[in-house]
């Protein structure tokens, strides 16, 4: 009896090993700020002081890094000095400088292409100036600058972790030609309406593939829609998106969106956590928060003041309040899909409000009081991913 309970036990033990042996590794979780401007502004005098070291003068990275972050996200133009004169800030070799800065501290990289010669979101995605215009040309043209970049990165010894193809693409890219409306209801006209920006992400994807066979280590791509919140447009968006067959769920890794407090009082936690859980059961891929924000002042100053869809206060603690949620809604997805939360633009001295109606959403308070020089004094909120 005694030998027979023994060997009983240690069937158990072998097995509960086995299962402890087998179990999955925990996903990395990205926590991340995008500073492609940081370069920009460090040119034109701008400093950072970390109040929690006596004032000391630090690199921004630093003293966000010491706050949590493991990722940096950057953003890429195709070629700024063709629209409008501007300066070649966001250009291929910017991005690639400030990649290898940041890869040299031990941060991954998170590249984020807007495939136009300046911003491109839901409003605007302009075709970058010296590209073709029609479907066939564009795809052609995409797929060799997608290859050709990511092969540059390579080559400078930077290793992307997370490449986004187009930056919140919820009505496509590069218009006319890429343009869509997903709020088309009828599944047969919405697959119809997204055909030809099928055809040009397929072929940005394939550009991909070019550079991995030339040697770059595969990043985990992305596509990237705002209103991270609304599962109704990701529902309609990504079944278009593969209606015709030309691009299938094979073609991106992991799902990015936008979730801002004050761009619509339906952006709560709640609906948020909805549209990723319903994403996850769907199609089993991680999905991130890759832009969010919280003002510390919104007082009416120039716009009249939001709705928010949360209700903290405007403050650096509510900035603390509001990424502490969203980083519990994202930890929470459900069989553990949820992969990064990242800040937008959280050091940009000179443009505080963030394309927001409030005036200030940055983790850093400013001194303007030296024409030649602006200081950033660190909030209590750059330690929010720790």
Not at 75 to 96: A, H, S
Not at 222 to 241: A, K, R, T
Not at 260 to 274: H, I, V, W
Request: net charge neutral; proline share 5%.
């Amino acid at each position: 009896m005694l030998f027979s309970f023994l060997s009983s036990l240690v069937v158990l033990l072998s097995l509960n090993t086995s299962l402890v042996a087998a179990a999955p590794k925990s996903r990395f979780f990205y926590q991340g700020h995008d500073l492609s401007s940081l370069s920009l502004l460090e040119q034109t005098g701008s400093i950072y002081k970390d109040t929690s070291k006596g004032n000391q003068t630090r690199p921004a990275e630093d003293i966000l890094g010491k706050g949590g972050m493991n990722t940096v996200r950057l953003r890429l133009w195709v070629n700024p000095q063709d629209f409008q004169d501007q300066p070649t800030d966001f250009n291929l070799q910017y991005t690639i400088n400030l990649a290898k800065r940041f890869q040299s501290k031990g941060y991954k990289i998170y590249l984020d292409y807007h495939f136009s010669d300046t911003w491109a979101d839901p409003t605007k995605q302009y075709i970058p100036a010296a590209w073709p215009k029609t479907v066939s040309g564009l795809s052609k043209t995409i797929r060799s600058y997608v290859s050709s970049s990511l092969q540059s990165f390579h080559k400078a010894g930077v290793t992307l972790s997370i490449v986004s193809l187009g930056n919140e693409i919820r009505n496509g890219m590069l218009w006319p030609a890429g343009r869509v409306d997903p709020t088309i209801w009828s599944p047969s006209a919405r697959t119809a309406n997204f055909t030809d920006l099928a055809k040009i992400y397929k072929s940005a994807r394939l550009g991909v593939n070019d550079a991995v066979s030339a040697g770059l280590k595969k990043p985990s791509v992305m596509i990237h829609i705002d209103n991270g919140w609304d599962i109704d447009l990701q529902s309609n968006w990504f079944s278009g998106l593969t209606g015709s067959g030309t691009v299938t769920t094979a073609d991106w890794d992991v799902f990015g969106f936008s979730f801002y407090p004050f761009y619509g009082s339906e952006a709560t936690y709640s609906n948020l956590q909805n549209s990723l859980d319903t994403l996850a059961y769907r199609y089993n891929k991680p999905l991130m928060v890759v832009e969010t924000d919280w003002p510390v002042v919104c007082d009416g100053k120039y716009n009249p003041i939001p709705e928010f869809s949360e209700p903290y206060p405007v403050s650096v603690q509510g900035q603390d309040e509001w990424v502490s949620g969203t980083l519990n809604v994202v930890k929470n997805v459900v069989n553990g899909l949820g992969a990064g939360v990242f800040y937008w633009e959280p050091a940009w001295l000179n443009n505080t409000g963030l394309g927001s109606a409030c005036e200030d959403a940055i983790l850093f308070s400013q001194d303007f009081s030296n024409p030649k020089q602006t200081v950033g004094y660190s909030r209590q909120s750059v330690n929010m991913f720790r």
